[in-house]
């Protein structure tokens, strides 16, 4: 396991689950912590009924081994790869168990500023553990798709959807729009989340698009979106307090967007 990095100004969990897609959601990680100045962990979380489903207690400890002894074999030369090509040490964790404790408890001892993760569906038993996350917990997560790669986040097309922002969603908005001159777009809806000249002040260059409340608002609200070449849609989960998160428009936008959410708590 490779030293942390203790003079990031961030701290940047990646919850993995080693699928195809893990590569592209580690490199935006990567990138990410360049452009913000900041430290990569990896997390994976192995159900562990999964591994030893009714074998006796000595054969489940022997598969539970070679099964560790695998993945981190799979973790590190992963890793190792990333690290090689992008010139960053990255630090990882594999733990066995529910995956819904396992990812709630490492967050609330590791406490990172901000959790990438890839977007996954809900299965037969209920939501994805992306959804869990976002309902459950109070972090920033960035959320990408299985195409969407950040060559870097500098000089990154940025786009807010709606109000809320608070002063640490803020300042990571700051940090990454540090050395661009692009304004930020502002993506609302009229009568749902109304957007005050205080919150969008501190953003400094900003263009506003305004759509009128109604049935079709959000799909004319995404369709914007990427007509506008927007990178990467920052939502603030803090405009939801009123709603189920699951029923929110940030929720909505975060299910019809085609391109990267952050969701900034």
Avoid: W
Avoid at 14 to 29: H, M, R
Wanted: charged residues 25%; positive net charge.
């Amino acid at each position: 396991m490779t030293a942390k990095n203790t003079s990031s100004k961030y701290r940047i969990s990646v919850l993995l689950d080693l699928s195809k897609s893990s590569e592209l959601v580690l490199t935006n990680a990567v990138q990410l912590a360049k452009t913000l100045n900041g430290s990569v962990e990896v997390f994976h979380v192995k159900p562990a009924a999964d591994i030893v489903k009714r074998e006796s207690q000595l054969s489940a400890i022997r598969t539970i081994y070679k099964d560790d002894r695998d993945t981190r074999s799979k973790m590190q030369d992963l890793i190792r790869s990333i690290e090689q090509e992008e010139g960053i040490t990255l630090s990882y964790k594999l733990e066995y168990g529910n995956v819904k404790n396992r990812v709630r408890d490492y967050l609330a001892l590791q406490k990172p500023d901000i959790l990438v993760l890839g977007k996954r569906r809900a299965g037969f038993f209920g939501e994805s553990i992306t959804d869990f996350v976002i309902n459950e917990i109070n972090i920033n997560v960035l959320i990408t798709g299985k195409d969407d790669k950040f060559h870097t986040f500098k000089d990154i097309n940025l786009g807010v959807f709606g109000s809320g922002l608070r002063e640490n969603g803020l300042e990571i908005i700051k940090d990454l729009k540090r050395d661009s001159e692009k304004p930020v777009r502002i993506f609302n809806i009229k009568g749902k989340v109304q957007l005050s000249e205080q919150e969008i002040h501190p953003l400094q260059k900003t263009v506003s698009y305004v759509f009128s409340e109604g049935a079709n608002a959000l799909d004319g609200l995404v369709s914007y979106v990427s007509r506008t070449n927007t990178q990467l849609l920052c939502v603030p989960k803090s405009q939801s307090k009123t709603l189920a998160f699951q029923t929110s428009p940030a929720k909505q936008v975060l299910r019809k967007a085609n391109v990267p959410i952050f969701i900034m708590a």
